[in-house]
C-alpha cells in the first residue's frame, strides 16, 4: 500500500525535480538575518507564498493527489531553507539548536579536509565566490530562497522570476532586519546565484531545455524513489531501478525515513532531527553546492585518453573518445547505461534499435528528458535504461567498477556474500540503501566558466551525502581501487588515474588514464534544513518549545 505524505506540509522541491518539469531556469538567493523577530515576521510574511508539494492541475507528473487536492501550475516556485546560524538568528531554543546534527551545526565550510573539496586556492580550498569567501559576522549565510520558474518561447525567463526577485526584497525592506546578500560569481557583482538548463535548438529552431551537463552527458539519470513519492500507479513503475532491490530481485521504493524527517528509514527507525518533533518532521537537510566545471580541460583530456586508447584497441579515434568518455562516466553520452551496451558496437545498434520506426513510444519516451522513468514493464528495450544489477560484471568489464555512476549508486555491487557465477543477494543493496540522496540543481555559466549548482536532498547529511562524497568520491577500497578517486568529480593530485579493465579474451591489455587533471572544483556551497509548513509556521509565530 503505498504511504500517504502530507503534500500540503511539504516543501515542493523536496518531491519535485524541477527543472525536469517545466521550470528550466532557476535563481538562488541568500539571506542575512540581523534581527530575530523581523526574521520571525519575515519567515510569516512569506510563508503563504510558498510552492508545496501539492499537486498540480496538469498531468505532467503523477505525484498523489492528496486527498484529490489541487492547485494551479505557478510560473514561478517558492522554496526556503535555512542554515544553522540561521535558526539561531531566528531565536530557536538552545536546546533545539543543540539537538540538530553536528555535521549540520557545524556547516560545510568547516567539513572541507572531509569531503576532500578543492579550490583554486589552497588557502582557500571552496570559498571562492566572495559571498562565501566572507561568511562570518554580518555577511554570514542564514537562508536561502530558492526560485524556479518556466521560460518564454525564446529561452528567457518567464518575467514572472524578476518580478519574484522584486517581491522578495520588497519584502525585506518592509520588515527590515533582513537584507539579500551581495558577492555571487567570481565578481561578487550579483545579489543571486542564476541557474539555467542547457538548451538545445528544437523542431523549429527554438530554444529548448536539454538534460545535459556541461561535460556533455545526459544527467538525471537514477534519482532514488521513496515512499509516498509518487502515485499507486506510477510508485512501482518509478520504483524501478530507481529504488531498494528485494530478496527476490524485484525492485520496491526506499523507506520515507531516508528523505523526510518524521518517517521510518530503512533500518525501521523515526528519523528525526531534534524537538520539538513537528519542527523536522516532513523537513529535510540540504547540501548547496556550486561545482565548476573545466569542459575545455575535460575535452583535451578525453581527447588525448583517446589517441593511445585508439592506437592500443585499433579502432577509430570518435569510437576511442565516445568510449572513454562512457567508461568514465558509466554510460554513454545520450544516458544509455554501459550495463546495456558495454561496447561502441552495441551501444550504436541499441540506439538504432532505440530509434527505429518499429520502437515502441514507450522506448522513444524513455530516451527523451524523461530519461527512462516513463518506461512500463513490457517494454524490455526502454527497460534497460534503468533496469539492471552489477551481479554480472565483478570484474567491471563492461562498466568499470570506479566509474562514476558507479561509485554514486553501487545497486547490488557491495554485496559482502557475492560469488562470481552465482547471482548476488540483497545485501548489497542494504549498504546503498542508507546512501541514497535526491539530487536537484541545474548547470549555471558565467564569466567563460561553466558547472553546476548542485543540491543534495537527505535526512542525513553525515550517513548519506558525506558518506558519498568522502568514501565513493574520494576513495576507491569500496570499489577495488585503492586511493583512486571518482575519474569525473573527485579530487585528482598528481598520481590520479583511471583503470579501464580489459577481457583477457580478446588479447587486449588494461588501458590505464594517467595523471587525470582536476575537472571539477568548489565555488562554495553551505548545509541547509528545509522546513515542513508547519515548521515554518511554529517559526514565523515565535512557538517552537522543545519541552
Known sequence: MTRALDLADIQGNILRAYGRQGFPKARYIFLHIADAQKGRDFVDRIRPSITTAVKWDDSRAHYPKGGHVEIPRPSVTINIAFTFFGLYALGLPTRTLSELPDEFIQGMGARTAILGDRGPDPDKPWAWDPIWEGATGDRRVHALVQLNAAMNPDGTPVADLERATQWLRDQCAAVGGVSILPG???????????????????????????????????????????????????????????????????????????????????????????????????????????????????????????????RIMEIPQAEAEETVRAKIAGRWSDGIPLMAAPTYAEYKAFKAKAQSKEASAKTKTAL?????????????????????????????????????????????????????????????????????????????????????????????????????????????????????????????????????????????????ADRLPQFVEMRGGEYFFIPSMTALRMIGMGVVDPT
Open 184 to 310: 555571487n560569481g567570481r565578481d561578487g557583482g550579483l545579489d543571486y546565484q542564476d541557474a539555467s538548463a542547457i538548451m538545445a535548438s528544437g523542431p523549429e529552431g527554438t530554444p529548448e531545455p536539454t538534460s545535459k551537463e556541461p561535460f556533455g552527458f545526459t544527467d538525471g539519470f537514477g534519482d532514488p524513489v521513496f515512499e509516498g513519492q509518487y502515485d499507486a500507479v506510477m510508485e512501482p513503475i518509478r520504483s524501478i531501478g530507481g529504488g531498494a532491490i528485494t530478496p527476490e530481485r524485484t525492485w520496491r521504493p526506499l523507506a520515507t525515513g531516508e528523505f523526510l524527517l518524521g518517517y521510518p528509514d530503512e533500518a525501521q527507525e523515526l528519523s528525526s532531527a531534534g524537538t520539538p518533533f513537528d519542527l523536522t518532521r516532513n523537513g529535510t537537510f540540504m547540501a548547496y553546492r556550486k561545482l565548476s566545471q573545466d569542459v575545455d580541460g575535460f575535452c583535451g583530456a578525453m581527447t588525448r585518453y583517446a589517441e593511445t586508447y585508439a
Open 368 to 512: 527523451s528528458l524523461e530519461a527512462g522513468h516513463r518506461k512500463q514493464q513490457d517494454d524490455p528495450l526502454a527497460a534497460q535504461l534503468v533496469d539492471f544489477m552489477y551481479d554480472g560484471d565483478p570484474e567491471g568489464l563492461r562498466c568499470p567498477l570506479g566509474a562514476h555512476l558507479r561509485r554514486a549508486n553501487p545497486r547490488d555491487m557491495l554485496d559482502p556474500t557475492y560469488k562470481p557465477g552465482e547471482p548476488s543477494t540483497s545485501n548489497g543493496s542494504v549498504l546503498n540503501n542508507r546512501r541514497r540522496i535526491l539530487r536537484r540543481g541545474l548547470p549555471y555559466a558565467e564569466g567563460g566558466e561553466q558547472g553546476i549548482v548542485f543540491l543534495a536532498i537527505c535526512a542525513s547529511l553525515f550517513r548519506q551525502f558525506e558518506f558519498v562524497q568522502q568514501q565513493w568520491m574520494n576513495y576507491g577500497l569500496d570499489f577495488g581501487a585503492g586511493s583512486d578517486t571518482c575519474p569525473l568529480i573527485g579530487n585528482h593530485g598528481e598520481d590520479a588515474k583511471f583503470v579501464i579493465a580489459a577481457d583477457q579474451r580478446t588479447g587486449k591489455p588494461p588501458f590505464f
